[in-house]
């Protein structure tokens, strides 16, 4: 049971009893992906076909979770599914991090339009990216343990979902840096605004 809420890395440090299980990370990477129009979309579907729906794809998500190897699913909740590249690395490489993250993002696009072709439906995600640090990750709890990272770098992440654009992958200017050059097809967006002030961001085409 513990396998399926925590990293396996630190199901045998729970297992043992320990109680404080906390490190710092120098950097990390940090994806957030939330369903458009989530609320509108599950009041016209009944609750079986909703919560079948997300299983199908956080499934398929987890999937491309694991063949990545940087990366760590954080948790989801909702339709929001958080994941970070780098939180385990023993040795921190960011631009392999945000190259992993961002590849992530774009195959996850893509096996959504997979599914909507397959279960004749229309859904559509946003994808916020973001690379900084440092990272404070850790165990929270006893009886019910989560995993937990935090830090200013992850609420700029959210801030890229929150404010991306539908099946495309919002990244902010720290991951453009680290993966320009890459495969990759970025397009400039320009200044959003954000909590403290403006920033420019840029959109990854799947």
């Known amino acids: 049971m513990l396998a399926s809420i925590l990293p396996a890395m630190l199901v045998p440090r729970v297992q043992a009893g320990e109680k404080n299980i906390s ?5 990390a990477t940090v994806l957030f992906l939330d369903v458009v129009e989530f609320t509108p979309w599950c009041g016209s579907h009944d609750a079986q076909y909703v919560m079948c729906m997300l299983n199908i794809m956080f499934k398929e998500f987890d999937a491309i979770t694991n063949a990545h190897k940087t990366m760590t699913k954080i948790k ?17 490489q960011p631009a392999v991090h945000a190259k992993e993250v961002v590849d992530f993002g774009c195959l996850v696009i893509k096996k959504l339009l997979d599914i909507d072709e397959k279960e004749n439906e229309k859904l559509r995600i ?6 900084g640090g440092p990272i404070v990750a ?3 709890g006893t009886e019910k ?15 890229m979902e929150n404010k991306g654009v539908p099946m495309k992958v919002h990244i902010s200017r720290p991951v ?3 993966i320009y050059g890459q495969q990759f097809d970025i397009k400039e967006r320009g200044e959003i605004d954000v909590k403290g002030g403006k920033m420019f961001t840029y959109l990854v085409e799947p």
Do not use: K, W
Not at 23 to 27: E, G, I, L, R, Y
Not at 76 to 92: K, L, T
Not at 126 to 131: P, S
Not at 145 to 159: R, S
């Open 138 to 140: 850790g165990v929270i």
């Open 145 to 159: 343990p989560t995993f937990e990272i935090l830090g200013p770098a992850i609420n700029i992440a959210h801030e």
């Open 76 to 92: 989801c909740i909702g339709d929001c599914y958080m994941a970070a590249g780098g939180i385990f690395d023993e040795v921190n």
């Open 176 to 178: 453009y840096e680290l």
């Open 23 to 27: 490190f710092s990370v120098q950097s």
């Open 126 to 131: 946003r994808v916020g990216i973001n690379t």
